[in-house]
């Protein structure tokens, strides 16, 4: 069983471009998150899914931000026009939500992002 | 909003010494979570404390949750260099029947450091 996979490890971009990060979840897992972590603080909630649905997204989620996780499997989340204070560590997780389990999130090694 | 307070922010001890790290939540906890980070890496799952009074052990690493479950706590024993990273907690914020689910809010982290 493999754990949460992202890609890439990291990401150097100039301000104004666009760029996406693709995660693999924890396979049969449900559930997905993404979280944004800057330096000497603790992650942020950006977004989630069950399944295929996007069930929330964090006022931090400007309209720059899009995520979407097709077919309930990977996701991707792109910023659009980057700017220098998106850069930041880009997180994910997944966990299994049912009647038993308890939505425990097993996070990714990250993305870190650079914007220039 | 829920906020999660940890102390102290940062942490020098001497192998083998034990130590203990706080986490004050300003509401009523409905599930807490433990994680470890390595520096720029994602975050490992130590432990889920969702019931007043539990207590958890890994190894040598307990954690607690008071009574009124506001606050928890991770004490580790003869600590080892390999215990050095960033520790976190998080709170689940959904409550179904007692369990947390749904989006993590985390602490800002304390930064333990375990000299040889």
């Known amino acids: 069983d493999t754990g949460v996979s992202q890609d890439p490890r990291h990401k150097i971009t100039k301000r104004g471009q666009n760029v996406t990060f693709r995660c693999d979840p924890i396979?049969?897992?449900?559930?997905l998150y993404w979280y944004r972590q800057t330096l000497g603080q603790g992650p942020e909630f950006l977004t989630y899914?069950?399944?295929?649905?996007?069930?929330?997204k964090s006022r931090l989620l400007s309209d720059r931000f899009s995520a979407e996780r097709p077919k309930g499997s990977f996701s991707t989340l792109e910023i659009q026009r980057t700017e220098q204070g998106d850069s930041a560590m880009y997180l994910c997780?997944?966990?299994?939500?049912?009647?038993?389990?308890?939505?425990?999130?097993?996070f990714g090694p990250g993305t870190r992002l650079t914007v220039l | 909003s829920q906020e999660l307070e940890q102390s102290p922010q940062s942490l020098i001890v001497q192998e083998g010494k034990n130590l203990t790290i706080n986490c004050t939540s300003s509401?009523?906890?409905?599930?807490l979570y433990w994680y470890k980070q390595k520096y720029g890496e994602g975050l490992i799952f130590l432990m889920m404390?969702?019931?007043?009074?539990e207590e958890k052990s890994h190894e040598k690493i307990t954690a607690k949750l008071d009574e009124k479950k506001q606050q928890s706590s991770l004490h580790i024993t003869a600590s080892q260099p390999s215990h050095a990273g960033i520790y976190l907690c998080?709170?689940?914020?959904?409550?179904?029947?007692?369990?947390?689910?749904?989006?993590?809010?985390f602490g800002q982290g304390t930064i333990l450091t375990v000299h040889p």
């Open positions: 997780a997944s966990s299994l939500m049912g009647e038993v389990s308890t939505d425990t999130q097993y």
């Open positions: 396979s049969e897992h449900n559930r």
């Open positions: 899914f069950q399944n295929e649905a996007q069930l929330e």
């Open positions: 509401k009523t906890l409905y599930g």
């Open positions: 404390l969702q019931k007043g009074g």
């Open positions: 998080g709170a689940g914020s959904e409550n179904a029947g007692g369990t947390s689910y749904g989006k993590l809010t």
